[in-house]
């Protein structure tokens, strides 16, 4: 019973973080059409900021809620440097320049502040167990559960509810018609790309949360499996996301479970493989849809 829920925990903990930040590229390929290799990035921006705003005394929480909002403004920030001017390229140059700006923030880092793990004040009530009987639950996963899903359904009510996520639906879908009807592209794919910033955002508070430290390269393991979530789930429709991280947060804990502790270095190849046999057999994703990117 005890490996059990164990096991349930660790599926919605992994999955929660992978289904927020497959979603933030979803977002964006909604609007462009490619997918930014340089979203886990935010992730680490994420962490710097939270982790200067913490040693200058500023409390935990507020530092949580600026660093989100840096994360989401450096998302737009780099829409409008790097991706704005290459608009109407094919995908192929916005992917390679999304490259490009990852590897130049990973020597930024490296340089600016340290090649070295950064430690974080993580709070008290974060670390540790609590105890459910006999069963000892992490309380950073807990939190990571329940702040994943809490962030998940903000965000569908603003997609459904408001008029800016109404308008980011419909330039999904048909950009052309949802131009007739007055839409603004820059705007549209600003809000794009500051949603994905402060999903990015959210996710390293919560990878964080579980490992307690920042360096250069903290958002490049979390991005891969972003990007396979997203391939799984479909990168055409946001449920996709969510279904393509629970689903690589099963097989993860699952191969995790089953495993023999000497081929547990084997996971990351065997959720590899079952990648391709999505591409090969079930190239859309689990969810099918074919919206016009806006160019």
């Not at 200067?52 to 840096?70: E, R």
Request: charged share 10%.
């Amino acid at each position: 019973m005890e490996e059990f829920v164990q096991y349930i925990v660790t599926i919605l903990s992994l999955g929660s973080i992978y289904a927020l930040l497959a979603l933030g590229l979803v977002v964006v390929f909604g609007q462009l059409g490619f997918l930014n290799f340089a979203h886990g990035d935010l992730m680490t921006l994420f962490g710097y900021c939270l982790l200067f705003l913490t040693l200058a005394g500023t409390p935990f929480w507020v530092a949580v809620l600026i660093a989100i909002v840096f994360a989401g403004l450096c998302a737009v920030a780099m829409e409008r440097i790097a991706f704005r001017p290459l608009r109407g390229q094919s995908p192929m140059s916005l992917l390679i320049t999304s490259f490009a700006i990852s590897g130049a923030l990973h020597v930024i880092f490296q340089i600016a502040i340290s090649p070295r793990s950064k430690p974080i004040p993580i709070p008290e009530f974060l670390s540790g167990y609590f105890t459910i009987g006999e069963i000892f639950i992490g309380r950073a996963q807990v939190f990571t559960i329940i702040v994943a899903i809490g962030s998940l359904l903000l965000l569908r009510y603003f997609l459904t509810h408001s008029r800016m996520g109404i308008g980011l639906r419909a330039s999904a879908d048909d950009f052309d018609v949802a131009r007739v009807m007055g839409i603004k592209a820059n705007r549209v794919i600003a809000l794009a790309f500051f949603l994905s910033g402060v999903l990015a955002g959210i996710a390293a508070l919560l990878w964080i949360s579980q490992r307690g430290a920042v360096f250069p390269t903290l958002g490049l393991t979390p991005m891969i499996k972003a990007l396979i979530a997203a391939i799984i789930g479909g990168l055409t429709n946001p449920k996709g996301a969510l279904y393509g991280g629970f689903f690589l947060g099963f097989l993860e804990a699952t191969l995790l479970s089953i495993l023999p502790d000497d081929l547990v270095v084997f996971r990351d190849a065997a959720v590899l493989l079952i990648l391709v046999l999505f591409l090969m057999y079930r190239p859309n994703g689990m969810i099918a849809t074919n919206p016009e990117p806006m160019r």
